[in-house]
């Protein structure tokens, strides 16, 4: 690959060289501090700049600064010399250290994801670095930092190009031109300020609140509310850095994937394959009922489970939206939903609800659990399991993906892919055995998307396992490639033609089903 920078012996090329200054920097920040903070106290509060009673050891301690700051920037000019990325053969890799010595590296074609992040002080550089994500990896398989951001964006469209299969081949020599790309939804920052105040986050504070006050009152106790001054602290910090993550959001489809924008001050800039996200979560707190705000999450391979706010930001679909805007965004991860009416059954997953039905049968009599829009809900004999949530507690399997709705208030609705059912278990506790009924649990990659099928019928959950399992054999069977463009161009072709137009594909008629092979196979089945 052609790249414009340094290069070095066997095609390997070296970093920007400002890259150890702008990981470093807080180092130096802490030399500077610790040999200056007392000269500056002293220059504020109108004394000497330097103190009389060290006159004698000035020189020595110039000396051991100085030593300091030389090794610290020798330390960063050998970090940045023997830090050196190469392209070729099918991989990436980067190779670091100058006493202990590395090197990772991640196939050109199973990049899950490829971010493009910039800090502050990587942005006043003009500087990106780059994460690959790959299958299995719980942190980035490689960090490349740091680049122009340029040449970030053509090393990046050249290995998605790959990934994509828009470009074949045994090697990615080839340079690509950035895809083009449309933007397809936008988050304007009142709503998401709006999406903040409003959070899950919001209520537990004016709950906290409401009894700190009461107790105060009741005590006759004053001094709670300084215990109070950490928390509004911690609270003001988290909100902030939501809407710094969420700041500026923006989605755009391209041929590469889906290219999502946020950030701001620190940006990042992601880029998905719709073939490799492996599940998808639509969510709706109850305060954001009232605007009709929905958020969305996703499992990626790679990316893993992280509590930081980094990690909760990388695997963010959507963090508000109405519903159109989760309608399109599904039609992205999901191009062909097998379904001949995919906005009725989307919206029964996210808003409906069974009927209260009349009757009341014994736990033991086999009774057929409701359907509402091909939804199979909980049985009404086990309302006491879930008082509230036994009326959106259901399943749903199309052709390409198994639908999951859950929650009367923190509504919830989860979509599995059939081909990304990695494993499944049955569960039925003592209290579920009494009301005969199970929880189905399907197993994917780590992620913020656990999903689960809660409180079915025993038979319903029996059957759903058994057909599941075919279903995702057969799934697999058809999917023939990991480049994701490969993957939709046959089961949806208006979607591929979207795709090399930079513009998004509607949800619209499914493909033909296709024949599906009866199988006995069945996956781990657990009883506890």
């Known amino acids: 690959m052609s790249l414009p920078d340094k290069k070095v012996d066997g095609g390997w090329n070296r970093v920007h060289p400002a890259s150890p200054f702008v990981r470093g920097w807080v180092a130096l920040a802490a030399v500077g501090f610790f040999f200056g903070r007392d000269a500056f106290e002293r220059m504020l509060q109108g004394r000497d700049f330097l103190d009389p009673n060290l006159n004698g050891r000035v020189p020595w301690l110039l000396a051991g600064g100085a030593v300091v700051l030389l090794l610290t920037v020798g330390g960063f000019i050998l970090s940045w010399y023997f830090t050196r990325y190469q ?18 590296q991640a196939r050109l074609d199973r990049v899950q994801a490829i971010d493009i992040v910039q800090p502050l002080l990587a942005r006043i550089f003009g500087l990106a670095e780059l994460k690959f994500e790959v299958a299995d990896a719980g942190e980035s398989a490689v960090r490349l930092a740091y680049l122009p951001l340029d040449q970030a964006k053509q090393l990046r469209a050249t290995i998605l190009a790959r990934a994509a299969g828009v470009v074949s081949g045994p090697e990615a020599t080839e340079e690509v031109p950035e895809a083009p790309e449309h933007v397809v939804l936008s988050v304007p920052p009142g709503r998401l300020i709006g999406s903040l105040l409003l959070s899950e986050q919001t209520i537990g504070i004016l709950v906290g609140a409401a009894v700190v006050v009461a107790v105060s009152v009741f005590t006759q106790n004053q001094t709670l509310f300084l215990a109070l001054i950490p928390g509004i602290l911690g609270i003001g910090a988290a909100y902030w850095t939501s809407f710094n993550k969420g700041y500026n959001f923006t989605a755009a489809i391209s041929p590469d994937g889906i290219r999502l924008r946020y950030g701001l001050l620190d940006t990042q800039a992601q880029t998905l394959p719709p073939g490799r996200i492996q599940a998808l979560m639509v969510t709706q707190p ?33 963090p508000v939206g109405l519903k159109p805007d989760v309608m399109r965004m599904m039609s992205l991860v999901l191009p062909d939903p097998g379904v001949e009416d995919p906005e009725r059954v989307f919206t029964a997953g996210l808003e409906g609800l069974a009927p209260v039905g009349s009757s009341n049968p014994a736990p033991d009599e086999q009774v057929p659990e ?141 493909a033909e089903p296709e024949q599906h092979q009866t199988s006995t196979h069945q996956e781990d089945r657990h009883d506890g």
């Open 87 to 104: 392209v070729a053969e099918g991989y990436v890799r980067v190779n670091t250290g100058f006493l202990f010595k590395q090197q990772r």
């Open 286 to 318: 109850p305060l954001w009922r009232i605007f009709g705000w929905y958020r969305m999450h996703v499992n990626v391979a790679g990316y893993g489970v992280s509590a930081s706010t980094e990690g909760a930001a990388r695997t963010m679909l959507l």
């Open 370 to 510: 409701v359907q509402t829009d091909g939804f199979t809900t909980t049985p009404r004999r086990a309302r006491l399991l879930a008082p509230l949530g036994w009326r959106r507690n259901g399943f749903r399997a199309t052709r390409t993906a198994l639908l999951i709705r859950s929650g009367r208030w923190w509504r919830a609705l989860v979509m599995v892919p059939h081909q990304r059912t990695q494993s499944m278990a049955l569960h039925q506790g003592p209290w579920a055995r009494r009301f005969g009924v199970a929880d189905l649990v399907l197993h994917t990659t780590a992620g913020p998307v656990s999903p689960r099928v809660f409180q079915a019928g025993v038979s319903q959950a029996v059957e759903l396992f058994d057909q599941q399992a075919a279903r995702a054999r057969e799934a697999r069977k058809r999917q023939t490639s990991e480049q994701w463009l490969a993957q939709v161009a046959p089961q949806a072709p208006e979607v591929a033609a979207a795709a090399e137009l930079g513009k998004p594909a509607e949800l619209g008629k499914p």
